[in-house]
């Protein structure tokens, strides 16, 4: 009997973008943990990956060219401190080699805030 894939939940665009990610990062052998926001979690990114190999990752997953995508101010707060300890947050858009390839170079969240736009 083969083992049963989770069920993987959608609401909005967001949502599946998120979906196809977490399926190409898991064909790519990462272990992805979808973290889900709360009162006592705010500002945590999407996904936590790890590979055996290229080690952890914070992955936020926004809209391509952030349409109708935003920050949250808890997002704001935190990503900030998140890197300042020694980790970093990256941004996805798509499940694709390129977006992929980002996971390789350094966090690149601020990039997509207003002040870089």
Partial sequence: MEPMEPKIYSSGPED????AIK??????KWLVLRMHGN??????PDLWISHRT?????????????EGSKFTPAQLDVFPKICANG???W???AATHKEYMKL????NWWQYTKVWR
């Avoid at 009162?39 to 945590?44: D, K, N, R």
């Fill in 16 to 19: 599946i973008i998120q979906d």
């Fill in 39 to 44: 009162m006592y979690q705010s500002g945590i």
């Fill in 54 to 66: 290229y080690g952890a990752r914070w992955v936020e997953i926004k809209l391509p060219n952030m």
């Fill in 23 to 28: 399926k190409y990062l898991v064909r790519l």
């Fill in 91 to 93: 941004i996805m858009t």
């Fill in 104 to 107: 390789f170079e350094p966090p």
């Fill in 87 to 89: 980790s970093g947050v």
